[in-house]
């Protein structure tokens, strides 16, 4: 039937208009740019802080796969954390509380509650207040900071230039990426750590402002820092048509779940340890304190016992000694596992500011050299490589803590460059997340938002919000009837599942929802609108939202074909719900 609809002129929308493709891949390539020099500035500001704590020394050089010297403080070093940890508690509570930590929480919870937006004071504070915790021996990574700067310098950009939300969330994602890529020298990591955890719709258009991003910033690094790989491993140069051997490949099996036990175990522990900080009795300054002086000892302990700090700061050198065969004592090796997580749940639940990466990364390589002299003494015939273990392990302590496992995949053979370890990773990673996954459903991100009551979805999930339209979604069930005939109806005594559209000399008046109890003329909901029945499901919602109107009409060719209520979006999202339930 034909109608007037008098009431269809759109108003306009209180959303921004979106910004041409051309002018978000400039954007991608100048977070770029500030990520890859982030990422340089942040390492010179660690060396800065550790050379001035450690040596009394003006230096902007630290090599982190290198050992640090016993430092000019002798015993004194211990209280040299705990020194630091004042200025970092200053910072983080005088100026931005959300850089405490390690911040991709922080990012998450931008992305899916707060439209993307962060505050860009936190890039400044975190680098400095990230910096001052790894330079002075924290047992955190740079990573989680870095990733932080990035995305606030996306935020911001987003902020400044007006745009929907969803395109500054992908330059928020971008800028993470991007710290990503510089900070470990692995672009595809970068682009895959943006995908699992950040991008809430993954398309061609998102995807190329990350890549751009990242390739920008991997090239800037590579230009300061080398292009080498972040870790090198002569022994893993197996030649290209060496193939596992399928009984070593099930032997990562096992490895995997012990694996994700472990990672279940730190994620555990760092809020354990927070939650027992934040209950003492004493203010912020001193729980920090509390924590960084023992990590001193901790610190101290070693060097005096094993000859190295191994747990202070990245942990990177104590890695490649794990990689090159260097460390090789299995109890050893469990021993500083074992410190390093104490290390880590200290040093972050205590207050400091820095990334869990690294951290995972060093017990993944202690449990995997030490797990390989175990099964080498099991089965001496099956010739284990003990670094091809350890790599397995880094990776599916990344998978497992954080959920990230494609990230994980490629990240690890883009920092070893040995394809040659590729299955056993995959085999690893896999099942370091399916374990933790069974004991925790929560990963070392996304716990720190639950606890907020913020839910946040683990992995991708296609967004088919995004290519739903009105007329896969809308109810024919409807009349339209003259408005006199509206009295006749007032004594119908089952109206469910149908609604009444009232006109008046052709032309739609207002309709009367089948939920009301003996309708009248007075009942009747004119707060309606007209939608075509193509429109998307994403811009149907906005529309709904900005007009405060929660009735349409979908109109063909003047003539209404269904109606949409909050009903009918709630059926459409259960459905929605059983498509991608996560009880798996």
């Known amino acids: 039937m034909a109608f007037n609809s008098h009431n269809t002129s759109s108003n306009h929308l209180n959303a921004p208009r979106p910004i041409s493709l051309v002018f978000l891949l400039f954007f991608g390539v100048l977070i770029g740019v500030i990520g890859g020099y982030g990422a340089v500035l942040f390492r010179m500001m660690i060396s800065f802080f550790h050379n001035i704590l450690f040596f009394a020394n003006f230096n902007l050089h630290y090599d982190t796969n290198i050992h640090t010297a016993p430092s000019i403080w002798g015993v004194g070093v211990i209280f040299m954390p705990a020194i630091a940890s004042f200025g970092v508690t200053w910072l983080v509570k005088t100026f931005a509380p959300e850089a405490k ?24 504070i975190k680098s400095i207040a990230s910096a001052l915790s790894i330079g002075s021996g924290g047992s955190v990574g740079r990573e989680g900071p870095i990733i932080q700067i990035g995305a606030a310098f996306g935020s911001t ?104 036990l472990l990672a279940t175990l730190f994620i555990k522990m760092i809020y354990w340890f927070e939650d027992m900080f934040n209950a003492l009795p004493i203010n912020d300054y001193l729980r920090h304190f509390s924590g960084m002086l023992i990590l001193g000892l901790m610190m101290y302990l070693l060097l005096i016992y094993s000859g190295h700090y191994y747990i202070q700061g990245v942990g990177y050198a104590s890695i490649v000694d794990i990689l090159n065969g260097i460390l090789s004592d299995p109890w050893f090796l469990l021993l500083l596992g074992a410190a390093k997580l104490l290390a880590t749940s200290l040093t972050l639940g205590s207050g400091a500011s820095g990334g869990i990466f690294s951290p995972g990364l060093f017990m993944g390589a202690c449990i995997g050299g030490a797990c390989s002299h175990f099964v080498a003494f099991l089965f001496p015939d099956l010739n284990i490589e003990p670094s091809l273990f350890a790599v397995a392990g880094m990776a599916g302590m990344i998978s497992g803590s954080t959920g990230a496992t494609l990230t994980a995949i490629v990240m690890l053979f883009e920092m070893t460059r040995d394809y040659n370890a590729i299955l056993p990773i995959i085999v690893t990673v896999t099942l370091a997340y399916l374990t933790r996954r069974l004991l925790s459903r929560e990963s070392i991100y996304t716990l720190k938002l639950f606890r907020r009551h913020h839910i946040v979805s683990e992995g991708l999930q296609s967004t088919f919000a995004e290519v739903q339209e009105a007329a896969s979604i809308m109810n024919t ?108």
Do not use: W
């Not at 969803?166 to 330059?171: G, P």
């Open 101 to 124: 930590g390690h911040g991709v929480p922080e990012v998450i919870d931008a992305v899916y509650y707060n439209q993307g937006k962060i505050r860009p004071l936190v890039a400044i």
């Open 157 to 260: 950009l987003g902020q400044i230039i007006k745009m929907p939300i969803s395109q500054r969330i992908t330059l928020v994602a971008a800028g993470a990426g991007a710290g990503i890529a510089a900070t470990f020298n692995a672009p595809i990591g970068g682009i895959l750590f943006a995908i699992e955890l950040l991008l809430v719709s993954v398309n061609a258009r998102t995807l190329v402002i990350v890549a751009l991003a990242t390739t920008t910033a991997t090239y800037i690094g590579r230009h300061y820092l080398g292009i080498d790989p972040a870790f090198n491993i002569p022994k893993l140069t197996l030649p290209s048509t060496h193939l596992t051997q399928i009984k070593q490949l099930c032997l990562f099996i096992p490895f995997g779940i012990i694996i994700g």
């Open 477 to 584: 069930d409807f009349e339209i009837i003259a408005l006199q005939q509206l009295e006749q109806i007032k004594s119908a005594t089952s109206l469910a599942n149908k609604i009444y559209i009232i006109r008046e000399e052709n032309k739609v008046i207002g309709v009367v929802s089948a939920n009301a109890q003996n309708p009248s003329i007075e009942k009747i909901n004119n707060n309606f609108f007209f939608v075509d029945p193509d429109m998307p499901l994403t811009i149907l919602l906005r529309q709904m939202h900005n007009k405060q109107c929660y009735t349409l009409l979908i109109n063909k060719e003047e003539t209404i074909i269904g109606f949409i209520t909050p009903q009918e979006i709630v059926q459409y999202l259960s459905q929605i719900n059983e498509l991608m339930d996560e009880s798996v």
